[in-house]
């Protein structure tokens, strides 16, 4: 069992930069996968980025790709997303996920097995 705390989250405008943090419980954290997924109104939730279990492999949406960077530090238990030059278009709740998605999978939502219950971002024009 994994319970994931999320934190960071806020007002900022665009052009600007936020760093959430998801710390998790639990002495497995290093064995899953992590993932940041966000949900806008109105919208399906979403992938946004993962990392793997050691960290030397990561995966990021189309719409985040130069911009968003996750780590990890497996010794804090704790995943980061650090997102520069925000847009309002990603203003959304962030959600971050661990789960044993395959590297192919690590995109899909119901590889991941447990959630934590968002942080929501807001970016001003």
């Known amino acids: 069992q994994v319970q994931l705390v999320e934190s960071g989250g806020g007002l900022v405008q665009a052009g600007g930069s936020l760093r959430l943090s998801c710390a998790a419980s639990?002495?497995?954290?290093?064995?899953?996968?992590m993932g940041w997924f966000r949900q806008a109104p109105g919208k399906e939730r979403e992938f946004v980025a993962a990392?793997?279990?050691?960290?030397?492999?990561?995966d990021y949406a189309d719409s985040v790709k130069g911009r968003f960077t996750i780590s990890r530090d497996n010794a804090k238990n704790t995943v980061y997303l650090q997102m520069n030059s925000l847009k309002p278009e990603d203003t959304a709740v962030y959600y971050c996920?661990?789960?044993?998605?395959?590297?192919?999978?690590?995109?899909?939502?119901?590889?991941?097995?447990?959630w934590g219950q968002g942080t929501q971002v807001t970016v001003s024009s």
């Open positions: 990392i793997n279990w050691s960290g030397d492999s990561t």
């Open positions: 639990g002495r497995t954290f290093s064995s899953y996968a």
């Open positions: 996920a661990a789960g044993t998605p395959t590297w192919i999978t690590m995109s899909t939502l119901s590889r991941y097995d447990y």
